[in-house]
């Protein structure tokens, strides 16, 4: 879903984007160069976080990557089936 | 068609990209699904106003919101506001507050800001670490549970 911030942020998930992710994590150009690598791993039910730490957390704290990593998967999760 | 065209020319714009470890069609869909959403994003907010001024935010979240949360998040917005207010820099407080309050896409915000969207996420990224190191030395947990 595309955010537009025309819909009310809601407090909890406010205060989630405030404080971001724990830990280290991926930059946003990092997370563009191994999106396709990431999202074959998942696909194929193996450990995409162990063999791409920092994906998960930077996907958890940037929003427009994670819409990216959202489609992307669900597009090749389309063609899958 | 066009549209099949343009991807087509995108994708071999950056063939030399391709490090051959995924396949060559899920790095393709890579490639063009991100610039179609990078496009529709920056036309779903061409011509808006950033919807949230950083100031309101912080003075409307004394109310309404209060009551939705638990005492235990109401003590971390509490602090939260405090840290936005003291802790961060106006850029880092504008940045924070459109991208995580007012939903601005990040790229969009980079563009208005005439800045890349690497070095905005690195902005939201180091206001997060100095709001969390301000949270332990207040002694609180900035865990936020998904559930209500």
């Known amino acids: 879903m595309m955010s537009d911030g ?11 984007g405030l404080l971001g992710p724990e830990g280290s994590q991926l930059t946003c150009q990092q ?42 998967l669900a597009l090749l999760e389309g063609n899958h089936t | 068609m066009q549209s099949a065209d343009d991807a ?21 869909y890579k490639v063009a699904l991100v610039e179609v959403a990078v496009t529709v994003r920056r036309r779903t907010w061409q011509g808006r106003e950033l919807p ?12 309404a919101w209060s009551v939705e949360l638990e005492v235990e998040q109401r003590e971390l917005l509490a602090a939260l506001r405090h ?27 980079a563009e208005r800001l005439a800045t890349s969207r690497g070095a905005l996420y690195k902005t939201i990224h180091d206001a ?11 002694g609180l947990d900035p865990k936020v549970p998904t559930a209500a």
């Not at chain 2, 001024?53 to 409307?60: D, G, S, V």
Request: with cysteine.
């Open chain 1, 31 to 72: 997370c563009y160069a191994l999106l396709d690598e990431y999202v074959e791993l998942e696909l194929l039910g193996g450990a995409a976080d162990h063999a791409i730490p920092g994906m998960r957390a930077h996907l958890d704290g940037c929003p427009a990557c994670r819409e990216e990593h959202d489609s992307l």
């Open chain 2, 52 to 63: 949230v001024e950083p100031e309101a935010w912080l003075a409307q979240t004394d109310g």
């Open chain 2, 8 to 28: 087509l020319l995108l994708v071999l714009a950056k063939l030399d990209q391709f490090r051959g470890t995924s396949l060559f069609t899920t790095w393709a």
């Open chain 1, 6 to 16: 025309r819909n009310a942020p809601q407090p909890r998930s406010v205060l989630r």
């Open chain 2, 128 to 138: 997060r670490q100095t709001l969390r190191r301000r949270l332990a030395a207040d």
């Open chain 2, 83 to 109: 840290a936005i207010r003291t802790e961060l820099t106006a850029h880092q407080r504008e940045v924070l507050v459109a991208v995580v309050i007012g939903g601005v896409p990040i790229d969009v915000l």
